[in-house]
């Protein structure tokens, strides 16, 4: 379940705006240290997002690619690809204004449940400085190994009550 006021829905392309402004809010500290104009720096954005949207599309098949809501407003992106031994969070993102609450920790709290209930581990890739690379840990996930600028974090049921 997710926490209270919070709902799912499967993204659709009328989604795409959103989720693009999203996304460029995730680039937002990224770009201000460039020397690039505004359009520049839009033109970029647009682009990596396109281009995650397609390797998501082509990668992930499979995968629950969820808009979060909040009393009715989209607040957020999840996209969970749920296999026979593991639930990987391919991404998660909320726009600032519901960053910094708790929420996020909420809501990956809720997939780690999952994980514990049905006996499967939780892996999520995250850029080396993703501010949330601290919720991540104090979660329980461990570094699993390094792939460019992310590292694999895994959080294993087996293992989380001695994290905790």
């Known amino acids: ?10 993204q659709t392309e009328a989604d795409r705006p959103f989720l693009a402004y999203v996304y460029a809010t995730t680039r ?16 970029f954005v647009e682009m990596q997002f396109n281009a995650q949207w397609s390797h998501y599309q082509q990668y992930y098949p499979d995968c629950a690619f969820l808009v979060i809501e909040k009393e009715g407003r989209p607040i957020g ?6 296999q026979p031994e593991e639930i990987c969070v391919v991404d998660i993102a909320l726009v ?11 809501l990956m709290q809720e997939i780690l449940d999952e994980g514990k209930s049905a006996g499967r581990r939780v892996m999520i890739h995250v850029e080396r400085f993703n501010p ?8 329980g996930f461990v570094p699993a190994g ?8 895994v959080w294993s049921p087996t293992t989380s009550e001695a994290i905790r």
């Open 1 to 10: 379940m997710p926490p209270a006021g919070i709902v799912y829905r499967p």
């Open 132 to 139: 949330a690379m601290h919720l991540y840990q104090r979660l």
């Open 77 to 82: 992106r999840i996209y969970i690809d749920r």
């Open 96 to 106: 600032p204004e519901a960053r910094g609450n708790g929420l996020g920790t909420l």
């Open 28 to 43: 937002a500290d990224e770009m201000a240290i460039v020397q690039w104009t505004p359009e520049q720096k839009a033109a």
């Open 146 to 153: 390094e792939s460019g600028v992310y590292y694999e974090m």
